[in-house]
């Protein structure tokens, strides 16, 4: 699977939209982006996934460059329970369901 | 509709023992992967099986060991424990194919003293 890159941390005002790049690169053409965040002492959870188009759901957004290297998940409205380690990964949904995680980004909303 | 299920949530072991953890999937889901969480090295993919056949491997040594049962119910075993095996181990269940999302239980926070 492709190597992503983010940011280490963001902080975002409550309210504000929260925009989250990842870079990827080296991403193949049959690579997802997904996206997963950690909130403290749980285990990750899904937010969104797309391969070229973007893609909205009721949690977020995704954006994904025309040339697929790089993407940004939107948080329309963060909340102080946004507040969480934000994962992005690039996925061949050809070969089982390991993910591969970096560092992610991790997202401080402050009120 | 549950959601993955570990037990234990908390474990506390030797140098030198084997611990094994459980992992119950969401009902209907073929696929269960394993992941370690060190605040040094972040999450790490161990393996994954599916329906009872092991069909992806992460880079750890072989005192690392999985299973999974008929009824897609997961086990795995670290033996001969050493104190860098102190983690949260976490489980993820998806329905089979890779499109889909996999959901994470809330982990086991193996402590090695």
């Known amino acids: 699977d492709a190597k992503t890159t983010q940011p280490t941390s963001m902080d975002c005002a409550e309210g504000r939209a929260a925009n989250l790049p990842c870079n990827h690169s080296?991403?193949?053409?049959?690579?997802?982006v997904y996206w997963y965040r950690q909130i403290h002492s749980q285990g990750p959870q899904y937010i969104i996934h797309?391969?070229?188009n973007n893609e909205t759901n009721e949690m977020a957004s995704l954006i994904i460059t025309e040339d697929r290297k790089s993407s940004t998940l939107i948080l329309p409205h963060a909340t102080l329970r946004d507040t969480a380690v934000y994962y992005c990964?690039?996925?061949?949904?050809?070969?089982?369901?390991?993910?591969?995680f970096g560092g992610g980004t991790r997202l401080m909303v402050k009120p | 509709k549950a959601g993955v299920t570990q037990t234990p949530r908390y474990l506390i072991k030797t140098r030198g023992q084997q611990v094994t953890l459980s992992c119950s999937p969401i009902?209907?889901?073929?696929?269960v992967s394993w992941y370690q969480q060190t605040p040094g090295q972040g999450l790490q993919f161990l393996f994954e099986?599916?329906?009872?056949?092991?069909?992806n491997k992460g880079n750890f040594p072989g005192r690392f060991s999985g299973r999974q049962f008929s009824n897609s119910r997961s086990e795995m075993n670290v033996s001969t424990l050493e104190l860098g095996d102190s983690a949260l181990y976490l489980c993820?269940?998806?329905?089979?194919?890779?499109?889909?999302?996999?959901?994470f239980g809330q982990g086991t926070r193996l402590t090695v003293v």
């Open positions: 993820a269940s998806s329905p089979g194919d890779g499109w889909s999302e996999a959901f």
């Open positions: 009902s209907g889901h073929r696929s």
């Open positions: 080296t991403i193949s053409g049959n690579e997802y």
């Open positions: 099986y599916f329906s009872e056949t092991q069909r």
């Open positions: 797309g391969l070229k």
């Open positions: 990964i690039a996925k061949n949904n050809n070969a089982g369901n390991m993910l591969t």
